[in-house]
């Protein structure tokens, strides 16, 4: 049964909490111990864009890098280019303005490819700009014919396996003699040359302050940078490594992943407006090479795994969560909307499994090529179990869609996702943990407060009783959640009142994300009396008010906002190790400020689900939804992630 969707309705201004204020570590005796594994998943933003937009910014750099390639490559304008770690696309944006017309820029930053996009419309240009990691990013086999790396983008990784990976995945999409360029540093100059400390005002305002030292192999260079405003203070302390390349040592890594006639056209120029720290960019090598002769490809075969079986929960056997402890005629309804939907898929053949007590041999018989895992109910319909499906599928080697059991069991426990998101500046509600031995606990002193259980999902144990005014409610919903979930803690949180929001993923970080619009609950038109909230009532109940009267839009939200709550959440995805699609749930208290609520690895996948209304806002059918989810799956394991 559907739930109504309202129009847009005007709400009070909501905003995220601003992060906390950075910290300087002072003197540090070994920049090698504070350099993160993978630092460049968050260093490339505005502050990186300032401290060196000297180098990366400039016109005059741009424009001889692009005349360099095209004059070592002999480049028409019908090549097809993929810049890779394009970052905020002005290589890409300076070939399309000399009249290049397929041109692609990947790059693993997502506010730099967002600043791209926004550069490229600004311009008027036709450019695909997408997010990806230099290592598997997924683009056609066979599909290019130059793949160019300029501004130093080679050799961030921790391991020099990753960046034998980088060169495979570019050998992938390369036609046969398609051209590679390489625009780095010249390690063996660099090694030799680096300036261990520096400063410099990069703008009236900040200035930065640089440390260099040599890892302890001397393979890479360790650099720390203090960005300063001169009135704020500190406002990053970062650590950044680059791997040190010969000529030599290039030409044997190119050799080595199968590049024919290895060329170096010697070191661009760098030009710079403030002409101080040049950085890594102050003597560069520029290296071209040939992909070897490949076999045709076939083009458009389709789907990794056209065959694809779907696991869903156990219609023969009790299911507590449900209304009236079983599978009803809405959940049936909901399962045959679901596979005509997969219907209309005509690229996969779908077969279905719902027989749990029979479930191990089924799958052991004769392995699927293919789950589709839709049984968010649990193995045996027990919500605790959730996670033993996928744990059963890779016990047998079998790939499947979504999150996996260490993924599900984390998210299970709320009150672990609410310390992950604190450690990482998201912000979120107070919380009270009262484990079930407890016979008094530090209790919030402010109200409304809301308690839930611990560990549950389709909001087991939230009612409008949940919501709680006074001390007294309190105490005796405690008492009501401790007799009916004996084992489990419970939580006591402030209750946001504010604004709520959803925020729906599908796909998977480094390859291919998609961010769908956000949602927000409306709650205009519930009664007056009753608490706010996305209860058990409001899933399970259809004679309910909750059922009824809520109602969910398209939010609107000022760009930095919706911005950061995507942000949040891929920040999150990633943490959590979510796969495929998430949904991540946030509200704001009673000041304004969105708080996370929680985070759903595999979300409900039913057509009247706060997902589909996502993907309804985006201009998706259900069966679209359906396709991008199993998409997304098939190609993370393409990729071998």
């Known amino acids: 049964m559907a739930k109504p969707v309202s129009p847009k309705t005007l709400l009070p201004k909501t905003t995220l909490p601003k992060a906390p204020a950075p910290r300087t570590l002072g003197p540090v005796s070994d920049l090698e111990r504070h350099l993160p594994a993978e630092w460049w998943r968050t260093l490339f933003n505005s502050v990186y864009l300032k401290t060196d937009g000297d180098v990366v910014e400039n016109e005059r750099n741009t424009a ?6 095209m004059t070592a490559l ?28 397929n041109v692609t820029g990947v790059d693993r930053s997502r506010y730099l490819i967002r600043l791209a996009r926004r550069r490229a419309r600004k311009c008027g240009l036709t450019i695909n700009f997408r997010e990806g990691d230099a290592r598997k990013f997924r683009l056609p086999e066979q599909s290019l014919d130059c793949v160019v790396l300029f501004g130093n983008s080679f050799g961030y990784f921790e391991r020099e396996e990753d960046d034998h990976a980088v060169l495979r995945s ?18 063996e100059w660099m ?27 001397g393979a890479r260079l360790i650099s720390r940078e203090v960005v300063t405003h001169a009135e704020r203070g500190v406002i990053a302390d970062q650590f950044y490594a680059e791997r040190l390349y010969t000529w030599e040592d290039i030409r044997a890594l190119l050799e080595q992943a199968g590049f024919l006639k290895i060329e170096h056209h010697g070191a661009p120029a760098t030009a710079s407006d403030r002409n101080q720290d040049l950085g890594m960019m102050a003597h560069r090598m520029f290296i071209t090479a040939e992909a070897p002769p490949k076999p045709s490809v076939v083009v458009g075969r389709g789907p990794v795994f056209p065959e694809v079986t779907v696991i869903m929960g156990d219609p023969r056997l009790p ?72 744990a059963l599928l890779d016990m047998l080697g079998i790939p499947y869609t979504g999150a996996g059991p260490a993924s599900l069991g984390l998210c299970y426990n709320k009150s672990l996702v609410r310390a992950i998101a604190q450690s990482i500046d998201v912000a979120v509600p107070l ?38 005014q006074t001390m007294s409610d309190l105490m005796n919903y405690l008492e009501n959640l401790r007799s009916t979930f004996p084992k489990r803690p419970i939580l006591v949180q402030e209750f946001l009142g504010g604004n709520e929001y959803s925020v729906g993923i599908i796909g998977n970080p480094g390859l291919n994300v998609t961010a769908l619009p956000i949602l927000e609950v409306d709650y205009s038109e519930l009664d007056a009396g009753l608490p706010q909230i996305l209860g058990y009532e409001s899933k399970w109940e259809p004679d309910s008010p909750y059922w009824t009267k809520i109602k969910y839009h398209q939010a609107d939200l000022d760009e930095d906002t919706q911005r950061r709550l995507v942000d949040h959440s891929l920040l999150l995805f990633e943490r959590l190790e979510c796969r495929d699609y998430a949904r991540f749930d946030f509200r704001a208290d009673s000041k304004g400020r969105i708080k996370l609520l929680e985070v759903n690895p595999n979300p409900g996948w039913c057509w009247d689900g706060k997902f589909n209304y996502m993907a309804g806002f985006a201009g998706l059918e259900y069966a679209d939804l359906l396709r991008m989810i199993l998409e997304a799956a098939q190609e993370r394991f393409a990729s071998n992630v």
């Not at 570019?170 to 390690?187: C, E, H, N, P, T």
């Not at 919380?431 to 407060?449: G, I, K, M």
């Open 64 to 69: 001889e890098d692009v005349s360099l390639l």
């Open 319 to 390: 299911d507590t969560v449900k209304r009236e402890g079983q599978f009803n005629s809405e959940d049936f309804a909901t399962i045959n909307i679901l596979r005509e939907a997969l219907g209309k898929l005509e690229a996969y053949k779908f077969q279905y499994i719902d027989d749990h007590e029979n479930l191990l041999g089924i799958l052991s018989r004769k392995k699927p090529r293919f789950v589709f895992n839709l049984c968010d109910e649990g193995y045996q319909n027990d919500a605790f179990k959730e996670l033993h499906v996928p």
């Open 191 to 217: 090694r030799l040359h680096f300036d261990p400390r520096t400063w410099e005002w990069i703008d009236q305002n900040h200035f930065v302050c640089r440390e260099r030292a040599l890892a302890n192999d």
């Open 170 to 187: 570019i050998q992938r999409v390369l036609i046969s003699g398609g051209k590679i360029a390489l625009d780095l540093v010249d390690g």
């Open 431 to 468: 919380e009270t943990y009262c484990t079930p031995e407890d016979q008094a606990a530090t209790l919030p002193s402010v109200f409304p407060a809301l308690l839930k259980p611990c560990y549950g999902d389709s909001s087991i144990g939230i009612t409008k009783e949940a919501v709680v």
């Open 74 to 101: 002999d480049l028409k304008p019908e090549t097809r280019i993929l810049d890779l770690c394009c970052g905020q696309g002005r290589h890409c944006l300076e070939l399309a303005r000399r009249g290049f017309r």
